[in-house]
């Protein structure tokens, strides 16, 4: 099916290991985009590519890293894992609308 | 002050009652407004979107913007138990890729059959 495909759905990392949430959108869109959802927090931007080779700080970037592959890949780094980093991660591609993948939840302990 | 503001709720109405769900916004440079629609451990999906003010109506579903006085609204007319779900506000000043949008927090909605 079209859409944003994010990889992998569940991931429970140890403090101080590090990894690469993976994102990948098949509509062409040029915009991508990196959130992370907390409890009473709402949906708060961590990274965003407006276009193949931009990347973008947003509001909550620090502990995270990206790298815009291509037109359709985009991807999230956290190099050295913290406690604070638990949280559901969402990657969304747009043309008008955002089109959100269904999340990657990701516990560190 | 939040750029944007939205009830958390959690609201609960029965079924065929009509919701109305709000936000506020500071920043007078918005321009585009959007609801989501977000289900248990899923992604939000797009339900509605205006640019500036005035109506939006899709079936059940009306979008009101009043610039003027920085607020949005989402109407639910015959609330189904299908429409209990977390509605997000959203809204941007641009509609470019360089103007990522801003969430409320989102309004966690249950209809009661």
């Known amino acids: 099916n079209a859409g944003v495909t994010q990889t992998p759905k569940f991931q429970v990392l140890k403090t101080g290991q590090s990894m690469t949430l993976q994102c990948a959108q098949d509509?062409?869109?040029?915009?991508m985009y990196w959130y992370r959802q907390d409890p009473g927090m709402g949906l708060r931007l961590i990274y965003y590519?407006?276009?193949?080779?931009?990347?973008d700080k947003g509001e909550v970037p620090n502990g995270y890293n990206v790298s815009r592959l291509n037109k359709r890949e985009f991807s999230l780094r956290l190099e050295s894992a913290a406690p604070s980093q638990t949280s559901v991660y969402f990657c969304?591609?747009?043309?008008?609308?955002?089109?959100f993948g269904s999340g990657t939840r990701l516990t560190v302990v | 002050q939040k750029e944007v503001e939205q009830d958390p709720g959690p609201l609960s109405v029965p079924e065929g009652a009509i919701v109305s769900l709000n936000c506020t916004y500071s920043?007078?440079?918005?321009?585009?407004f959007m609801w989501y629609r977000q289900y248990s451990r899923k992604g939000p999906e797009l339900l509605m979107y205006?640019?500036?003010?005035g109506n939006k109506e899709d079936g059940r579903f009306t979008a009101q913007v009043d610039k003027s006085s920085k607020y949005i609204s989402l109407f639910i007319r015959d609330s189904q138990p299908s429409d209990s779900a977390t509605y997000l506000c959203?809204?941007?000043?641009?509609?470019?890729?360089?103007?990522?949008?801003?969430f409320g927090k989102g309004t966690r909605l249950s209809v009661i059959a």
């Open positions: 509509m062409n869109h040029n915009s």
């Open positions: 205006t640019y500036s003010s």
């Open positions: 959203a809204m941007s000043s641009g509609f470019s890729g360089n103007t990522p949008l801003v």
């Open positions: 590519s407006a276009s193949e080779g931009t990347t």
């Open positions: 920043n007078s440079a918005f321009q585009y």
């Open positions: 969304a591609s747009s043309d008008h609308g955002y089109t």
